[in-house]
């Protein structure tokens, strides 16, 4: 089985585009996405047409559940606030419905995926050390789960030489086939946070037993130019040149 992963599209329609197109050429089975669908970006109506046209396996993230209503937006910024009230004002009802109806945790054949942590994804937790990975790591019931959330591309790896040692890469290819377990952060479509603009994706080959974190180039000034339009604040469309 070939899995195509997405994480944290947040409503940049060009990106998603751009990945999707790449995953269709490398003829992916199933596409998953990680969540944070919407939220900064100027499309999300559009995304979320998308991912159901190519019908994707779709986790929740905390911008998902802040739009739908679920997630006190205290601990969000000021620009995710803003953008959180502007995409409750354009998306309908039944997008909005579509966004709360997601799971927080799907657990599939040969992978799982969360949108945060794997443990508690209800608490939409950031995974940003090895001790922070080693709760998800335990209890994944999976040896490889993709998440999100961080926009960081890094994979936290227990190998079975050594099963009860956590390390991490930052690699673009993993080889599994002497790994314990994965918890693989495969970056993000629509926002990068990791001082490299282009958008980010996975495949997953299970019965290559192998990953790949691929990035590609878009034409971030169409998204950039779309979010100015929609009246949303400049910066998230600024900092989409500088993967930040």
């Known amino acids: 089985m070939k ?3 997405l994480g944290d599209i947040h409503g940049n329609l060009t990106a998603l585009e751009t990945t999707i197109g790449y995953l269709s050429d490398q003829q992916v089975d199933r596409i998953i996405s990680l969540g944070d669908v919407v939220g900064y970006g100027a499309a999300p109506g559009a995304c979320i047409a998308r991912l159901r ?3 994707a396996i779709v986790v929740k993230g905390n911008h998902d559940a802040a739009v739908a209503g679920e997630l006190d937006l205290m601990y969000f910024n000021q620009y995710a606030r803003e953008a959180v009230h502007w995409t409750q004002s354009v998306l309908n009802e039944e997008e909005t419905r579509w966004l709360s109806e997601l799971p927080l945790l799907v657990d599939l054949e040969h992978c799982s995926a969360a949108h945060g942590t794997y443990e508690r994804p209800e608490r939409f ?3 940003q050390s090895t001790t922070d990975g080693d709760p998800s790591l335990d209890a994944m019931v999976r040896p490889v789960c993709f998440v999100g ?3 960081v591309p890094v994979t936290l790896l227990r190998l079975t030489e050594d099963p009860h040692r956590t390390a991490y890469t930052c690699d673009e290819i993993l ?4 790994v314990d377990k994965a918890l693989v952060n495969v970056g993000s479509v629509g926002q990068p946070r990791d001082d490299d603009p282009r958008t980010a994706c996975a495949i997953f080959d299970s019965e290559a037993e192998r990953i790949v974190l691929k990035r590609l180039e878009y034409d971030i000034e169409c998204e950039a130019e ?3 339009r929609a009246g949303l604040p400049g910066v998230l469309g600024d900092r989409l040149f500088m993967g930040v």
């Open 3 to 5: 899995y195509g992963v």
């Open 53 to 55: 046209e190519v019908n």
């Open 125 to 127: 937790d950031y995974i």
């Open 149 to 151: 959330h961080t926009h």
């Open 175 to 178: 080889d599994l086939s002497e």
């Open 226 to 228: 779309r979010i100015r």
